[in-house]
């Protein structure tokens, strides 16, 4: 089975902080994703990594960037948090079936 | 790019009834449907998924059924249980190896016993 892992599942932090977050998998997945899930909009892509140091801008990257130096590994990072970015964000993984393999997801709160 | 529309947003049923959900796209290029059920404190996983050149796919009580010249297409969920009971989310892609999918907004679904 595949695996994807998020390194919290609950986070808080300050308006302005620097904010990172963490997803392994453990499948050899070329493709991997960040989403942002809010009520009533879906899941809403930020970025996403064909290849180690690939990445491309999703539909909303405003505020975030990303760091893909391992395959098995994807970060997600908001330079300066502010508080219209507590949400819940996603992790996918695909390994070129185009079927995606979430991870259980990190609700951050930015105060 | 790609717009997908899901409805309902909202679905209660009676254990034992039928449910339906229906998405519409606008890409006609898209050719792979995937659906996603998201439990409470998870996240979503894979349940059915159909490509366009299928009309129709069935796994025991949940189907899924494809009209591309309409661009939609529906999941069926029959002699639904409390366990069935989650966000459903539909998705939209072009199928190519980048995978990038377009998400439906998502439907919550009470199962009520």
């Known amino acids: 089975d595949v695996k994807v892992t998020q390194s919290s599942r609950y986070l808080v932090k300050r308006t302005g902080e620097k904010v990172f977050l963490e997803c392994v998998q453990d499948m050899d997945h070329e493709n991997m994703f960040w989403y942002r899930q809010d009520p009533g909009l879906g899941l809403r892509l930020i970025y996403f990594?064909?290849?180690?140091?690939?990445?491309e801008k999703g539909d909303i990257p405003e505020g975030y960037s990303v760091s893909r130096e391992k395959k098995e590994r994807f970060s997600l990072i908001l330079e300066s948090a502010s508080t219209n970015q507590t949400s819940m964000y996603l992790c996918?993984?695909?390994?070129?079936?185009?079927?995606?393999?979430f991870g259980p997801g990190t609700r951050l709160t930015v105060l | 790019g790609e717009n997908v529309e899901q409805h309902p947003s909202t679905l209660s049923v009676q254990e034992g009834d039928s449910a339906v959900i229906k998405c519409t796209y606008s890409?006609?290029?898209?050719?792979?449907f995937p659906w996603y059920k998201q439990e409470l404190g998870k996240g979503p996983q894979l349940i059915i998924d159909i490509r366009s050149n299928v009309g129709e796919k069935k796994d025991q009580r949940i189907a899924v059924t494809l009209n591309k010249t309409a661009k939609h297409f529906s999941l069926h969920i029959t002699e639904t249980q409390p366990e069935d009971s989650a966000v459903y989310f539909c998705a939209a892609s072009r199928g190519t190896n980048a995978g990038k999918s377009t998400f439906g907004d998502g439907t919550t679904l009470t199962v009520k016993p």
């Open positions: 890409d006609s290029a898209s050719n792979y």
């Open positions: 990594s064909y290849d180690v140091k690939m990445k």
């Open positions: 996918a993984t695909d390994g070129g079936s185009d079927t995606q393999y």
